[in-house]
């Protein structure tokens, strides 16, 4: 990956609950080796039938002045809290995905 470029993100969505889930926002965020938050977008997210899973890929642009280096890209599901439940378990920011961007 090379500052300045396009990365695809791909990830998938799983409904764990009994009901429908309706269309909420998803973000989408790249932070670099130090935790510093270097793109930060909002998706819309697709609603999800119970015990259904959605797959999605979106478009990121890392910014030119990035530096060399290793990044992670973190998704933060339900971002404004739009769904209701009746538990959380599951939910808010993943596990960054790490990757390189090179000059």
Sequence with gaps: MTAGNTVTVSYTVRNL???NAP????KIQIKDSA????V???VTMQAINASSSVRESRE???PSSAAAGTYKVFIVVDNNSE???SGTTG???SVGTAFAVRR
């Design 23 to 26: 269309a909420s926002h998803t």
């Design 83 to 85: 769904v209701a439940g």
């Design 17 to 19: 609950g009994d009901t």
């Design 35 to 38: 935790d510093v938050l270097v």
């Design 91 to 93: 939910n808010g920011e």
């Design 60 to 62: 990121v642009t890392i």
């Design 40 to 42: 930060a977008q909002n």
